[in-house]
């Protein structure tokens, strides 16, 4: 691809605050004089030289390290100079300052969010589903979304894709012979076993995809909302989930009025869990508010937990009240979002072996949770099997849907006794190109903007 923009930049690549440690990272073209203007010397490359950085008067503004990387042997594939100095604020401003006014002449500029990964990938030293891998990997809110991203990052992900999309332009090849020599009466297709060639690259395709997905839960996670009647135990069930008390939980109905959120983790998923104020008429008008919300984060849930007292079970205005909730909770939401009748206050309940079915469970207590938990992993989808998961995002899964529904196509076109074979090698292409957008071997500029404008500042 190779593609390096002409313009150096500079950022500083490590998180603003106070720290022990502070780098500022500069990339373009051509550094060698800029080096020599900031570091006072020429460096060795790749190696760490320990020298004091000067303003432009000549006064110390820090001591630091200083790495020059030559291209292409580099993060970006361009020439990069690093400097590490203390991680005080106003010292790297300092710094930063000084790189802009030694690199006027030369363009330096500010980078955009993401830029020096964006070049990473312009310059082919990682492709887009790797460089994607980065972000993921710095915004891992548990050890086994790190450890996803990390094998993405290693090229896993990319690798398999890369296995389906040959198997797929080998059989291009194959077709296309077949059509552009239809007079040598030689049947490429049947002597390749392009059929059978075809189921393997069908099946090995839905099990990258359910691999992707399980890497997808672990980077968006799972939205689950309690929603019920008030005094049900929703605030308690949050609090029992977390391990600690976010939620005010009293004995008088509508305590909850506004909407509190907890991430929690189970087998390494995240699970997004959000108490809501409880669902009754009500003339109160702060109420109403909270309410309206807890509507809101129910229609946008990927899980409802509908929670019901279990000491109330038996009492008329109940049962109605749950009822009218559960019709509400029918036209609101989509077919595909799963509703989880709990019910709480197992402790206090008594016999509980002929009720409805469920998940019981003892929020006070700490009963049942485990079996909720698992639930909730059930529905999400996941399998708990995270070594050899890579982390993964929707548009990867969308791309995969469609690479599906082209060889499903294809597999349908081949099947026929007279094969439509341009038909064929359509589908064929549509599958591959499908491939290639995971990878960005042909993605669009404005695709390449929103992924890389999603990055911090120096990354």
């Known amino acids: 691809m190779l593609r390096t923009a002409l313009d150096p930049i500079v950022a500083i690549a490590t998180a603003s605050g106070r720290g022990a440690v502070g780098i500022i990272r500069l990339s373009g073209p051509s550094l060698g004089d800029l080096v020599t203007v900031l570091c006072g010397r020429l460096l060795h490359p790749r190696e760490a030289t320990y020298l004091k950085l000067c303003a432009a008067d000549g006064s110390v503004i820090d001591q630091g390290l200083a790495l020059h990387f030559p291209a292409p042997h580099s993060y970006t594939g361009e020439e990069v100079l690093e400097l590490q100095v203390h991680g005080g604020p106003v010292v790297l401003q300092l710094l930063l300052a000084r790189c802009l006014e030694a690199g006027a002449a030369q363009g330096l500029r500010l980078a955009r969010p993401g830029e020096f990964t964006e070049r990473a990938f312009l310059n082919d030293k990682i492709d887009l589903a790797q460089a994607e891998a980065i972000a993921d990997l710095i915004d891992a809110s548990t050890e086994a979304a790190a450890r996803s991203a990390s094998r993405s990052l290693a090229g896993e992900f990319s690798?398999?894709?890369?296995?389906?999309?040959?198997?797929?332009?080998?059989?291009?090849?194959?077709?296309?012979?077949?059509?552009?020599?239809?007079?040598?009466?030689?049947?490429?297709?049947?002597?390749?076993?392009?059929?059978?060639?075809?189921?393997?690259?069908?099946?090995?395709?839905?099990?990258?995809?359910?691999?992707?997905?399980?890497?997808?839960?672990?980077?968006?996670?799972?939205?689950?909302?309690?929603?019920?009647?008030?005094?049900?135990?929703?605030?308690?069930?949050?609090?029992?989930?977390?391990?600690?008390?976010?939620?005010?939980?009293?004995?008088?109905?509508?305590?909850?009025?506004?909407?509190?959120?907890?991430?929690?983790?189970?087998?390494?998923?995240?699970?997004?869990?959000?108490?809501?104020?409880?669902?009754?008429?009500?003339?109160d008008e702060v109420e109403q508010i909270g309410i309206a919300r807890a509507w809101g984060q129910i229609e946008s849930a990927d899980a409802v937990l509908f929670l019901h007292d279990l000491t109330r079970r038996d009492a008329i205005e109940y049962i109605a009240a749950d009822a009218h909730i559960a019709s509400a909770l029918l036209q609101k939401l989509s077919q595909s979002v799963p509703v989880i009748d709990v019910w709480n206050k197992l402790d206090s309940a008594g016999n509980v072996a002929d009720l409805s079915p469920g998940v019981y469970l003892s929020a006070k207590t700490g009963a049942g949770l485990q079996a909720l938990r698992q639930r909730l992993l059930e529905v999400g989808g996941w399998q708990s099997h995270p070594e050899g998961v890579f982390i993964a995002r929707e548009r990867h899964l969308h791309a995969l849907r469609r690479a599906q529904t082209h060889v499903d196509e294809a597999v349908a076109q081949l099947d026929v006794t007279v094969p439509a074979l341009d038909l064929l090698a359509e589908e064929l292409r549509l599958a591959q190109n499908a491939l290639n957008d995971i990878t960005g071997a042909f993605s669009a500029d404005d695709l390449l903007g929103v992924i890389f404008s999603k990055f911090c500042i120096g990354k």
């Open 159 to 283: 690798h398999e894709v890369h296995v389906l999309r040959d198997g797929l332009i080998h059989l291009r090849m194959l077709v296309e012979a077949t059509l552009d020599f239809p007079e040598e009466e030689i049947d490429f297709l049947r002597k390749a076993d392009a059929h059978g060639q075809l189921s393997n690259l069908q099946q090995s395709l839905a099990h990258l995809f359910r691999r992707a997905r399980q890497g997808a839960l672990l980077r968006e996670g799972i939205k689950v909302v309690i929603a019920g009647q008030p005094n049900a135990g929703k605030s308690s069930l949050l609090n029992a989930l977390a391990g600690a008390e976010l939620a005010i939980v009293t004995p008088v109905a509508g305590t909850t009025r506004d909407v509190v959120a907890q991430t929690i983790q189970i087998e390494g998923v995240p699970l997004h869990v959000v108490d809501t104020a409880g669902l009754r008429d009500s003339s």
